[in-house]
């Protein structure tokens, strides 16, 4: 791809990697970012992947002699093996997988930091996108062409997307962490205790009234409290796109909450719509009769991320006897990789908790853009089809984002920054 011809737009970020939009395709590219005061890794991790084919279908096939392997950043083949994984355990529908590794020059490095500088979060400046290559995915905050195909979509109507990264939707307790937390007793779950560390270190200005476990309660009240809650207070949890174009979250620029209510032609019809959408959404099973998971029962997002973050809880007491090196390897993962696994029974404790750490950080996207026509009964049995109280019809796509593989340390950092957070509980 010529970057140097192609309409770039800033989408987000996040505390790894830069993502923009390429508009014209419907495509997003993802950028790996590093300390602006340290030698990028990946820079080497460069050399790799420029040595491998930037066809994924040759890539996939790619392994790197273990020699070679650079032990604290995982390769771009093995990242594309990790990303399949867990689509086949959490159903290909919800995930889209890398579609190429693009090369960025420097000039393409430039272009694409001076399109983003104006919109880039005050506290992510400390960043910049590094190395020489990206991956190539879906614009998540699109509907798919094939989605869309035969569907006749309202065009005086905007496509809005919600991001969500709803964190750890399962609550610690004594037992559970075998006195390894001190959990002061304050009965708050991991995301509102980390509220107050992030406080006192000057992360957010305001504590959030946000709890994942309403999100992940699948009741309807408790589900809405969260999602207003998130939207009042959206800190890197929530984000709202119109037609690919990021208009609420933490980035330089964002409207304001009380902007929201007088916005486009969803605002208008009030909160309530987008927020049934959200719930209803994250509470559907978007799974194709015809696909399998490893999962006995087809779930809703909610409870297909419930269940592997669960991983950790039932993993936690084996973690907590286990001594760990405190460098950032990728050997856990690499085993996992290495086993061609279908099932969960197939991994050992360490390799269960690996993959749960990377479902508590990951984000749901939730698309959707109102439908022209009344739908008949019928046609709801399509998943897609979301009907909201005041008699709209939305077509809808969920997807999982942020699905990195985390490094052998994660355990020890977690065990960390969670006796830190209840340690700051005023
Ligand atoms: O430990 P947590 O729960 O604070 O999660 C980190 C996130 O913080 P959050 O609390 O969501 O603001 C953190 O997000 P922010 O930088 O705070 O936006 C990262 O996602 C981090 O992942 P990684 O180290 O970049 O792979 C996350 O670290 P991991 O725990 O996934 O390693
Ligand atoms: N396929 C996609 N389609 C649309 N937007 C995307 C896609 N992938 C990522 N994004 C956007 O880019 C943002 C940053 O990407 P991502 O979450 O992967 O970064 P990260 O640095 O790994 O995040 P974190 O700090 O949570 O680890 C996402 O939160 C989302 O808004």
């Given at each position: 791809?010529?970057?140097?011809?192609?309409?770039?737009?800033?989408?987000?970020?996040?505390?790894?990697?830069?993502?923009?939009?390429?508009?014209?395709?419907?495509?997003?590219?993802?950028?790996?970012?590093?300390?602006?005061?340290?030698?990028?890794?990946?820079?080497?991790?460069?050399?790799?992947?420029?040595?491998?084919?930037?066809?994924?279908?040759?890539?996939?096939?790619?392994?790197?002699?273990?020699?070679?392997?650079?032990?604290?950043?995982?390769?771009?083949?093995?990242?594309?093996?990790?990303?399949?994984?867990?689509?086949t355990?959490?159903g290909?529908?919800?995930?889209?997988?890398?579609?190429?590794?693009?090369?960025?020059?420097?000039?393409?490095?430039?272009?694409?930091?001076?399109?983003?500088?104006?919109?880039?979060?005050?506290?992510?400046?400390?960043?910049?996108?590094?190395?020489?290559?990206?991956?190539?995915?879906?614009?998540?905050?699109?509907?798919?062409?094939?989605?869309?195909?035969?569907?006749?979509?309202?065009?005086?109507?905007?496509?809005?997307?919600?991001?969500?990264?709803?964190?750890?939707?399962?609550?610690?307790?004594?037992?559970?962490?075998?006195?390894?937390?001190?959990?002061?007793?304050?009965?708050?779950?991991?995301?509102?205790?980390?509220?107050?560390?992030?406080?006192?270190?000057?992360?957010?200005?305001?504590?959030?009234?946000?709890?994942?476990?309403?999100?992940?309660?699948?009741?309807?009240?408790?589900?809405?409290?969260?999602?207003?809650?998130?939207?009042?207070?959206?800190?890197?949890?929530?984000?709202?796109?119109?037609?690919?174009?990021?208009?609420?979250?933490?980035?330089?620029?964002?409207?304001?909450?009380?902007?929201?209510?007088?916005?486009?032609?969803?605002?208008?019809?009030?909160?309530?719509?987008?927020?049934?959408?959200?719930?209803?959404?994250?509470?559907?099973?978007?799974i194709h009769s015809e696909e399998t998971t490893s999962f006995d029962?087809r779930?809703?997002?909610?409870?297909?991320?419930?269940?592997?973050?669960?991983?950790?809880?039932?993993?936690?007491?084996?973690?907590?006897?286990?001594?760990?090196?405190?460098?950032?390897?990728?050997?856990?993962?690499?085993?996992?990789?290495?086993?061609?696994?279908t099932?969960?029974?197939?991994?050992?404790?360490?390799?269960?908790?690996?993959?749960?750490?990377?479902?508590?950080?990951?984000?749901?996207?939730?698309?959707?853009?109102?439908?022209?026509?009344?739908?008949?009964?019928?046609?709801?049995?399509?998943?897609?089809?979301?009907?909201?109280?005041?008699?709209?019809?939305?077509?809808?796509?969920?997807?999982?984002?942020?699905?990195?593989?985390?490094?052998?340390?994660?355990?020890?950092?977690?065990?960390?920054?969670?006796?830190?957070?209840?340690?700051?509980?005023?």
């Amino acid at each position: 791809m010529d970057f140097s011809q192609i309409e770039l737009i800033y989408r987000a970020e996040g505390n790894a990697n830069l993502v923009v939009a390429i508009p014209q395709y419907k495509k997003v590219l993802r950028l790996p970012k590093a300390n602006i005061s340290t030698k990028s890794s990946s820079s080497t991790a460069t050399s790799s992947s420029r040595s491998l084919s930037c066809d994924l279908k040759g890539l996939a096939n790619t392994r790197i002699p273990s020699s070679e392997q650079q032990e604290d950043i995982l390769n771009p083949a093995d990242n594309l093996a990790y990303t399949k994984l867990l689509g086949t355990l959490i159903g290909s529908e919800y995930i889209y997988v890398p579609d190429s590794v693009a090369i960025i020059s420097q000039t393409d490095s430039e272009k694409i930091s001076s399109i983003c500088r104006p919109f880039r979060p005050a506290h992510r400046r400390d960043k910049k996108i590094c190395g020489q290559f990206g991956y190539i995915l879906p614009d998540a905050t699109l509907l798919p062409d094939n989605l869309c195909a035969n569907i006749q979509l309202l065009p005086t109507t905007n496509t809005f997307a919600i991001e969500i990264k709803p964190k750890q939707g399962w609550k610690l307790t004594e037992t559970v962490n075998s006195n390894l937390i001190d959990l002061r007793n304050s009965g708050k779950c991991r995301y509102c205790a980390m509220q107050f560390s992030k406080l006192k270190n000057c992360k957010i200005s305001a504590l959030s009234s946000y709890c994942p476990l309403d999100l992940f309660s699948g009741i309807q009240s408790r589900m809405e409290t969260a999602i207003h809650a998130l939207l009042r207070c959206p800190q890197n949890n929530l984000r709202i796109f119109e037609n690919g174009n990021l208009i609420y979250g933490d980035h330089s620029g964002s409207l304001l909450f009380t902007d929201l209510q007088g916005r486009g032609s969803l605002f208008e019809k009030n909160f309530k719509t987008m927020v049934e959408i959200v719930r209803k959404a994250l509470l559907t099973n978007y799974i194709h009769s015809e696909e399998t998971t490893s999962f006995d029962e087809r779930s809703c997002v909610l409870e297909t991320i419930l269940k592997i973050q669960q991983l950790a809880e039932e993993n936690f007491a084996f973690m907590s006897k286990r001594s760990y090196e405190d460098c950032k390897s990728y050997q856990v993962v690499r085993n996992i990789l290495r086993k061609n696994i279908t099932t969960l029974d197939d991994l050992l404790p360490e390799e269960r908790y690996s993959l749960s750490a990377t479902l508590m950080d990951c984000s749901i996207i939730i698309t959707f853009h109102e439908m022209a026509l009344e739908k008949k009964e019928d046609d709801f049995k399509n998943s897609h089809f979301i009907k909201t109280e005041d008699g709209s019809t939305f077509l809808t796509k969920v997807t999982i984002v942020d699905l990195d593989a985390k490094p052998d340390n994660h355990f020890r950092k977690y065990v960390n920054t969670t006796n830190e957070a209840y340690a700051s509980i005023s």
